[in-house]
Nanobody, 123 residues
Framework: QAQLVESGGGLVQPGGSLRLSCAASGFTLDYYAIGWFRQAPGKEREGVSC????????YYADSVKGRFTISRDNAKNTVYLQMTSLKPEDTALYYC????????????????WGQGTQVTVSS
């Protein structure tokens, strides 16, 4: 069964770091762009970051630029989101998605969505 599984979420203090992982099973990520999205309680889902499969180009929402880094390891069929200098407003359920093109559009219909991993930034 083809699926994406996120991991690495948790509770962290403001200013701390976390690394999220998005692992694919049942298909290869080699020909997919991978996006990270998040949804906080009472808010709409928003795009956070994306990495293309053509040339590993990366894109970030303004709210996370300079703090988050997306990367991929095709040998492990996994994409990572390194998050640093975390803020309380980063608290959300984080999802990854696999699609043919790289975008930060939360209304798009990617080929695959993961189930999400919770990130809570609080002292």
């Amino acid at each position: 069964q083809a699926q994406l599984v996120e991991s690495g979420g948790g509770l962290v203090q403001p200013g701390g770091s976390l690394r999220l992982s998005c692992a694919a099973s049942g298909f290869t990520l080699d020909y997919y762009a991978i996006g990270w999205f998040r949804q906080a309680p009472g808010k709409e889902r928003e795009g956070v970051s994306c990495i293309s499969y053509l040339d590993d180009s990366t894109y970030y929402a303004d709210s996370v630029k300079g703090r988050f880094t997306i990367s991929r390891d095709n040998a492990k069929n996994t994409v990572y989101l390194q998050m640093t200098s975390l803020k309380p407003e980063d608290t959300a359920l984080y999802y990854c998605a696999a699609d043919g093109g790289c975008h930060l559009d939360p209304a798009a219909s990617p080929d695959y969505w993961g189930q999400g991993t919770q990130v809570t930034v609080s002292s």
